[in-house]
T-cell receptor, first 113, second 109 residues
Framework: DTEVTQTPKHLVMGMTNKKSLKCEQHMGHRAMYWYKQKAKKPPELMFVYSYEKLSINESVPSRFSPECPNSSLLNLHLHALQPEDSALYLC????????????FGAGTRLSVL | DAKTTQPTSMDCAEGRAANLPCNHSTISGNEYVYWYRQIHSQGPQYIIHGLKNNETNEMASLIITEDRKSSTLILPHATLRDTAVYYCIGGGGADGLTFGKGTHLIIQP
């Protein structure tokens, strides 16, 4: 099983809402990632978790708050987003080895109104 | 991560081999070359990786030059479902991937 599951697939939220994106994997991977992808652009790294601890934060605004409650789950909490935050949010996971083979979910398409 | 350069777009006829080039002249000795692809509205999909030797799996072949400054991804018998953006990425370890602009491969019927 090489599946990374992201929910919801689509999300529409207002600028004052609080919502969460969820990501789950059962491959025993101990590294998990959040990427943001704007239309017609490549994915951009946001956060990296290693052994459930935040190891990389690519200067992401605090209105994005990641959480890794256990080795299988990764959340991205959203609060007071701006319309320019509308994008496809991708989750990925990988083993913590010398290789960087990441398995991606299908993403959550977020629209901020 | 190494900086990579790829053509913006390429066309290939269905059933023919698709050869996608990538320059990665700044890659260091211990960095792998990875190829991923992203079909429209889906998450990126890992294809293949290599360090020094040529590699082949069920999806593709990877040819790496001896000086490791460039590589070519080969899809031996392209189908319409291979239409996607293909990303060549240099790097290693469990860091995040740094995606370049990639190559938009269009398979023509």
């Amino acid at each position: 099983d090489t599946e990374v599951t992201q929910t919801p697939k689509h999300l529409v939220m207002g600028m004052t809402n609080k919502k969460s994106l969820k990501c789950e994997q059962h491959m025993g991977h101990r590294a998990m990632y959040w990427y943001k992808q704007k239309a017609k652009k490549p994915p951009e790294l946001m956060f990296v978790y290693s052994y459930e601890k935040l190891s990389i934060n690519e200067s992401v605004p605090s209105r994005f708050s990641p959480e890794c409650p256990n080795s299988s789950l990764l959340n991205l909490h959203l609060h007071a987003l701006q319309p320019e935050d509308s994008a496809l949010y991708l989750c990925a996971s990988s083993h913590l080895t010398g290789l960087n083979i990441q398995y991606f979910g299908a993403g959550t398409r977020l629209s901020v109104l | 991560d190494a900086k990579t350069t790829q053509p913006t777009s390429m066309d290939c006829a269905e059933g023919r081999a698709a050869n996608l080039p990538c320059n990665h002249s700044t890659i260091s000795g211990n960095e792998y070359v990875y190829w991923y692809r992203q079909i429209h509205s889906q998450g990126p999909q890992y294809i293949i990786h290599g360090l020094k030797n040529n590699e082949t799996n069920e999806m593709a072949s990877l040819i790496i030059t001896e000086d490791r400054k460039s590589s070519t991804l080969i899809l031996p018998h392209a189908t319409l479902r291979d239409t996607a953006v293909y990303y060549c990425i240099g790097g290693g370890g469990a860091d995040g991937l740094t995606f370049g602009k990639g190559t938009h491969l269009i398979i023509q019927p």
